[in-house]
Each structure stands twice: as structure tokens, then as C-alpha cells.
């Protein structure tokens, strides 16, 4: 019966091979072949793939082929069944890894030919058991040439490192002689009987690399593509063919895959690691693919692989690595390279070896193996105390250590000396080592002739890393000596090197020279932020704070803002009490985590929640709802690697709150406020700015929203201050809202608590005095206070001073009663209080005496310390002398009201 065999390598290419007229043939063959030579059963090497030292990940993915319809006896299954007998897994003893068993070979790559896996993943199955970087590096160690086995039974040999790697995996003679038959039907030009005789063989053994060699040149003529994904298979197969891997590398670039090309190039030089022109292709390809990580790694292998006898080499890229590496601080990388030329080839070592080595040995702080080094393969000598040597010997042996460390024991310096001829760069290099070796003594003898010799026009540089080493010391007058001439040479007179000037004049505590120093740096470098503060700082020590809040004047426009300089400036600008620029400074530092509150109807939204989340949530969906922009506009920019620690803006914020309540800037109070709620950096003080945000409604007579504050606050807290809050916020507000948040919570109250009190209070003042006496009543005989008396007796009051009230007489009395009762409770403490308040009572009934009578007592009762000590609060005689003298005045006796003005009122 026809079938036919859909060969699929991509998603939009399928080639179809009809079977049908050649299915016969095979057969033919197959009997040809049967016949001709006996069946040699053999197990097969399951190490096809031995080699893959690099993933095959980067490889452009493509669907593998996919076998459909194909007949199953075409070939006998003779190796196939005998090779589903070796179920045998090798372990490695020493590493404990499992390596893939032959049928779990075999398993993977038909889930690749029929498409249930990609190429990338079917690379990294297959190589999941091999140590890459160890193949990379040992790949030249071992012999791959060994004597095979009669037999192709899957054994391990076992590498110089005690690694065990695959070996490769050959066909059986009876299919060796059908892949043959396949390359003779493709030379007659059959090609699509060579790619089915080809794909019958991959079935049977799917890791065997002679048949994706075959349809890689069977469809290299008309699918290039299609070429190349069968050749990269096959190079997978057998990965140590050099010469392979480079001409699919061509074949990518071709096509236009960088990535796949740098891959190839990295396989050739596994399988050829001694070979340089690969680096430097490989190298050429990453620097043009923008990996530079890769790039030097890749170099960083070569110089590994390069024995003494490339020497010439091996300084090109040791210091090719050193430089790259320098610019980018990575000195520790940069020592390793160069360490390849001091101990590989130290007859080729110059004096630009040396001057590199010591540049990275004193970056990484190594001062006692610089010194080894200068006074090795230079003139430059050095004499120890109980040396037993000459003077001039210098230390022949290079002291070679891994690890950068030095020896501790190192013996003391007597004397040293530098000859004329020595280079000035290595000269400045010695310095520097004597001077972080603390032989500032030595040091002292030769920086003479060296700031005397050298022009600082040429060698600024140096001068400059001499000046900061003994800045490092301590040792600013020397410093200043070298930083003088820069400061007034032509090519040195930088910015950076003037502040380096004001900081020697700072450690010498010459603040006035340092000034001026620094005021040069900020004309060369106005964005220098370290050094207007330094500045600042000297102005402010100086007590001219003016100048200080000048030069750290920053402009949000154009500025990107520093977070610390801002702050300073803040306190400054408060210090000197310049207070409209500090609320301005100091609500555009805090504009980097607080909202900008636009307009009043924002505020309800902020009230409204407790979490700051939710505030941010809300007032993004508002803003949204106005058809408004999220985020403001002209936002200022803030530097990020400065940040103030949340203590020291939560004390800003307190300080700003304080003094804009003292200056009775309540509106101010009340935004500043509000614009903390939506600080994340305050959440964990978020109740505590809650209170504020409260007092300030409070002070700000927004009784508004100061109820929606204090209504959230009670349902977290209910203590006794928030409750006298809230009654606050009810005698201000212009609403009734309270009086539904009363009743809710009182259904949940059991027990006496100044929420019932507060229902009373509502009922008392909305005029229905028998529910507030109901209620007075029922907490009086709960627990007795003088506070509840006094409300009762003020309740029967007024219900007598109603028109249509009865029993008039009755309720006066009872209410005189409560008031005596009041007077018992309150004690000897509230005399004044009770006197004026019983006074009062009589006054409102109209009891004129007895009215006088009480005034009186409370003029002449002493009102105790507590009353002396707050008596513009607490003393009543003012208001009691008031009272009588509208009484006397009522009464026509004008001298006595006069008199009563005059002693008690009149200021």
C-alpha cells in the first residue's frame, strides 16, 4: 500500500517522498544484503553525543522531522530489537551522576523527529549529564582516538580529571551497508529513495550521525535552510570535527543568525581549543552581537589554553583583558590576566607589563607585592634591616600568589632609592606603595626631587594619585605641596583637582582657604552637589547661613534634585526664619512620596479610608472619574541614590506641623497634613498622622471632614480623648451625620460609656428633652457622676422654661434638687464651679437673690492650685462679676455694676 513520509523541519515547510515506487527496492536491497554477509548482533554505544560541550540552546528552533506512514518492515528490526535489551545505566562513582540509558537516548530523539520536542530542548536533554566547561578545558588532555571495543557495547572512559565521558557510537555492519546503499541512490540522483533509506536508519538508531550528514547534502541544493538544520543535527551527533562547526558558522552568518554562528564557532573551539583564530573569530562575532561579558570570557579561555612557548600572544591578550577589565572596575579579573604573562613568560615582561601590574595591585590594596614587583624588573632597590645582601640587591623571585594575598611578615625598610633613568610613572608608583606602607619617613626624602623634577603640565595625573595617598594619611601639608602647582597649571586646573585642594585646606582647618577653594569648584562644576554641601557646611559653621542656603539653592526645573541638599537647605531656611521659603522647601521634598492635594473635594476622598493603599486606589479612580490626569504635571526630578531615613522626615514634618499651627496657618496645617496620609514611607505612623489631620480640621474649622477622621479613628481606638474630639467636631459641624454613627454604635454598647452620654447631649440640644432625661437618668442610677446631675437639673430646666410644660413648680424644684446633688459629687475641688453654676441656674428662673447670692460665693471662694495655675482657663470670678453687674444694671444700681467692672474686668 502507498504511503507517504512528510520530512518536517519547520512549521511552513513540508516535503512529502512518496514511498510507493520504492518500497520494493528496499526490500530488494535488504535480501541483497541478508544474503551477502551473516547478522552480527551487537549492543550499541550509547556515547553518540559524547562530545556537546557548549548548549545547543541558541540554535534557531525548528520542527524535526515527522515520520508518518512509513512501513516498519523495510528494514528488518534486528538491531532494534536487540538493542531494546541493553537497559544497563552507568553510574559515576565519583560524581554520583546518572547518564542517560540507551533506550532514553533513542526516546528523545524520536520525540524530536516527530515534532514533540524542539531542537533547543532536545540539545539540553541530551547534554543535561556533561560537564561543559570541564569538556571545553580538558578536551585537548584526552586521547579521543583510543582503541575501540570489538563490540559497540556502551562503556565510559574516564578523563585525567576523573570525569567519565561518552564515546561515540558507530552503525552496525548490516546498516552500515544500507547507509552506503543511501549515499550510492543519492549520487544516481534518487534522492527520494536516499532520504527514506536515510530516515529508516534514524529510526532504528535515531543518534547515529551519517544519515543527517546525507539529507543535509540531499536537500543543500534546493532548502539551504532545511540543509542546515540536518547538518547541525549531524554536528550535534559528532561534535569534534573542527572543521564542521566553522563552515556551519559561515553557513549561519549567511543566513544571518549571529547567535547561531557565535554558537558553532564556541563547538569548534571545544573540539580545537589551541586554535586562535577561532577566538578571535568567535570574539569578532560577540563584540558585533554586543556581549561583551562572552567576549572576554572567551579570551579569558584562550589565555588558559596558551603554553610559555606563545608568549607573544599571551602578553597580546593578557593585556588586551587587563584594560577591558580596568574600565570596568573589575580589578580582580584584571590581575588574574595579567598574571598569565608573570608566571607563563616573565622573559617578555617590559616596563608597560610592569606599570599595568602595579596599577592593579595598588587599586586592590596588594602594596607589598607591588613593592616585589618594582624592585624586581626594575632599577628601583630597596634595603631591609638585618638584610644580609647589598643595598642595591634586588628580590630576584616573583612572589606568585593565587589568591592576592601578601606576606605579613615582611621584613622593615631601611633605606631605598630610586635611579634617574626609572620611568616617572613607576617613580610615582613607589611613592604610592611607601606611603600605604606607612615609610612616610622614606617618602619624605624622595617627594622632593620628585615635585621638583616633574612638570605637572605632563604628569598631573600622577601628582594627583600621590596627593590623594597622602590625603588618605592624614598628611595634607605634603598633599598641598603637589596640588598647588596642578591648581595653578594650565591642563589641571580641573574641577576635580580644586577639591581636592579645599579638602587638604579643610584637614590643614584653614576654613577660609577652603572657602575659596571650594567656591572654584562650583563655578568649574556647578552640578557638584558633594561639594556645595561641604561649602554649605563651612558658610554654616561660619554663621553666614544666608550664603550656605544660596549654595545649596537647587532649581527643580532643570535640576535633577538631591534629597539630602534639600533637607540641609530646609533646616537652614527654618533656622534663619525664613518661613515661606521652608514650607515651600519643605513640601517639594516630601512631593517625592506625597500626592499633590489639587483641590478641597480631594480631601473627602483621603478621609474617607484608613489605608494608604486604598487613598491612592481612591483618589486615582477619582481623578480618573474628572476626566483628569493621574499623575502631575512638571513632577521635579529626584536623585535616587541619596535617601533621607523616614525619622528624619516624620521629626520635618512634625516641626512643619508646629510651626505653621503657631503662625495659626491653619489651612496650610490642614494640607500638609493631608498630604501625608498618602505617603507610603509614613504608613507604619499612619494613626498618628491621622490625629494630626484631625487636630488640623479641628483648628482649621473643618468640621467636614475632620468628622470623617475621627469617626475612622474610634472605630480602631475608642479612648477617651477621641470621643471628646468627636464632641468637638459635633459642636462645630453643620450637619446631623453624627446622629446616625451614634445609634449605630450605640446598639452594639451594653454598658454605660460616653457614647450613651453623647446620644443624651444630641437629644438635649435637638429639643427632646424627655428622651435626653430618659436617658441622664437611666445612666445616673448606673454610676453617679456630678457631670450627669448637672445635665439632669439643666434638662428639667429648661423643661420648665417651656410655655406648654406642666408642673412647672415640680420640675424647678427637682432640678434644684440634681443641682445639690451636683454640688455633693463635684466636692471641695469644683466650689467655684458649682457656686457659679447653681448661680446660673437661679438666673435663668429668674431667682434674682438667690442668684446674687451664689454669684457672690463663687467671687469669694479660693479656686484652688489647679484653678490658680490655669486661671485663664478655669477661673470664673470674670464671669461671675459680669453676671452680677448685669444684674445690678437690670436693677438701675449703676455703682455697684461699675464697681463689680472694675475690680474684677477691667485690664
Known sequence: MASNTNIKMEEDTVIEISLSPSTDKIDEIVNEKSALAPVIIEELDENALSNMDVDMTEFVEAKALEIKDISQNVVPDIYSEQSSSITDVTVDTENQEVLLTTDEEDQLTKQFLNGELTFSEY???????????????????????????????????????????????????FLQGLMGEANLRFARGETALAAQICMEIIRQVPSAPEPFHTLAMIYEADQPEKSLQFALIAAHLSPKDADQWVRLATMSLESGDIKQAITCYTKAIQASPKDITLYEARARLLERNGDKRSFLKGYSKLLHQLEPENGEQIIKYAKMLAKRYMEENNNEQALEAMENIFSKCPSFITLEEVNIMTEILIALKQFKRCL???????????????????????????DEKKDGAEDQNIPEIEACGIPDDVVVDLRAKFLVTLIELDQMKLAEKLLPSFYSNENPEISGDLFLDIAETLMGKKEFDHALKLLDPLVNSTNYSLAAVWLRHAECWVGCKDAKKAIKSYEVVRKLSPQHLGARTALAKLYESKGQFSKAIEVLDQDPESDALDPQVLYKRTLLLFKVKRYDEYFRSAMLLFSRHCSYIRNKVELNVLSRTYVVRQRLESLKLHRLSRGEKIEDENVPVFLNATELSEKDEYLLLLQMCKLACRLKKYSLLERICMSALTSKKFE?????????????????????????????????????????????????????????????????????????????????????????????????????????ALLIGVTQLQMACQKLSVKKNQLVIQAIAFLKKYSQLRGKDGKQETYYNMARAFHQIGLLPAAVHFYKLALNEDPGEVVKENANLLDLKREAAFNLHLIYLHSENHLLARMYLENYITI
Open 684 to 788: 507604619k505612623r499612619n494613626t498618628h498622622i491621622m490625629f494630626l489631620c484631625l487636630l488640623s480640621c479641628i483648628y482649621n474649622n473643618d468640621s467636614y471632614h475632620g468628622y470623617n477622621i475621627v469617626r475612622l479613628l474610634i472605630r480602631v481606638c475608642q479612648k477617651p480623648n477621641l470621643w471628646n474630639l468627636l464632641n468637638i467636631i459635633i459642636q462645630k459641624a453643620q450637619d446631623s451625620r453624627h446622629n446616625r454613627f451614634i445609634m449605630r454604635l450605640l446598639g452594639r454598647e451594653d454598658v454605660f460609656s460616653y457614647l450613651n452620654i453623647m446620644h443624651a447631649n444630641n437629644c438635649l440640644v435637638s429639643g427632646t428633652y424627655k428622651y435626653a432625661l430618659n436617658d441622664y437618668i437611666s445612666l445616673f442610677k448606673i454610676a453617679p457622676s456630678a457631670l450627669l
Open 123 to 173: 540539545s539540553s536533554r541530551m547534554d543535561q549529564d556533561i560537564d561543559l566547561e570541564t569538556t571545553e578545558i580538558d578536551s585537548t588532555r584526552v586521547d579521543n582516538d583510543n582503541e575501540e571495543v570489538g563490540t559497540s557495547k556502551m562503556t565510559h572512559q574516564k578523563t585525567s580529571r576523573g570525569r567519565y565521558k561518552r564515546r561515540k557510537r558507530t552503525l552496525p555492519p
Open 372 to 398: 616585589n614587583i618594582l624592585t624586581t624588573y626594575t632599577r628601583i632597590w630597596v634595603k631591609y634591616k638585618n638584610d644580609e645582601e647589598n643595598a642595591d640587591t634586588k628580590i630576584k623571585k616573583f
